[in-house]
């Protein structure tokens, strides 16, 4: 499974036995496990501290900080940039992800045997860095099906070239804090992600269970499905309260391959018959 990078781009070819979605992409965290798995919410808690315990916030306002940040700039680690904090992006990765409880997550068969069962290439599209994403994906036991994964490093780049030139030895390499982070919602990720898996968004399905990410994901022209939720939000095509139920409520997944299938045989028995 590969992490994407800008040399994923590539057109994929059309043909009378298309499916109306070519490509499927997937949102990671609460979207392929309920947000009841209890991991958000100790990522949450997470944040906090090091909001506190490394950036020396006031723990009082903290909580307010953190919810105004993440409605302002898609995450609270992107607001906490822009509004000036400076810290290195993989050391709040391994704080606030590395010490998650991944024990709340377990193998989910249902889960693997549908997306086997999706004939359309699959794609991961998460704002978390790409080893908390390789970890979820191996704990929920899918880490074969998807293929590549579009996370915080495909579309920060200069974050994941100063790690290498960390682990490379070099001293002091310090983040341009001139340089934004790039996340979803915004229609630059939104659109940097179309472009660096080459697809076409009105035949691309995306899944998340953000509202303020589906409205983004309409922006830029994709189909949506709002995962875990009972109704609708502004920019969903669809909604499911599980990605379980997508079977039932999307069956255009599956059913046009299955009826080009079946034309493509029955003009082939015509054919064996006449001949
Ligand atoms: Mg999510």
Redesign the pocket.
């Known amino acids: 499974m590969a992490v994407a990078n800008k040399d994923m781009v590539g057109v994929q070819e059309e043909t009378p036995s298309a499916p109306r979605f070519e490509t499927l992409v997937f949102?990671?965290?609460?979207?392929l496990y309920p947000l009841s798995s209890g991991l958000a919410h100790a990522c949450r808690l997470n944040i906090e501290s090091y909001m506190v315990e490394k950036m020396g916030i006031d723990p009082a306002k903290v909580p307010d900080i953190c919810t105004t940040l993440y409605k302002s700039y898609g995450t609270t680690m992107a607001g906490l940039w822009a509004e000036g904090y400076y810290f290195d992006h993989d050391d709040f990765h391994k704080y606030v992800h590395g010490r998650l409880p991944y024990h709340l997550l377990r193998p989910d068969p249902i889960l693997r045997n549908l997306l086997q069962s999706m004939p359309q290439p699959k794609y991961i599209f998460t704002n978390a860095d790409k080893i908390h994403a390789a970890v979820v994906l191996k704990k929920l036991g899918v880490e074969d099906m998807f293929e590549g994964i579009l996370c915080f490093e495909t579309f920060n780049t200069h974050c994941a070239i100063a790690k290498e030139r960390r682990e490379a030895g070099e001293q002091d390499v310090k983040l341009d804090v001139s340089v934004p982070i790039v996340c979803k919602p915004s229609i630059a990720c939104m659109g940097e992600a179309v472009q660096l898996l080459g697809i076409n968004p009105a035949k691309t399905l995306y899944f998340?269970?953000?509202a303020r990410n589906i409205f983004g994901g309409k922006r830029v022209g994709l189909h949506t499905v709002l995962v875990g939720s009972p109704i609708a939000c502004d920019g969903a095509d669809h909604h499911v309260s599980s990605i379980h139920n997508v079977r039932e409520s999307i069956p255009e997944i599956w059913a046009e391959p299955h009826f080009f299938d079946e034309l493509r045989l029955s003009r082939k028995i015509a054919v064996e018959t006449v001949a």
């Open positions: 949102d990671l965290d609460d979207t998340d269970d953000s």
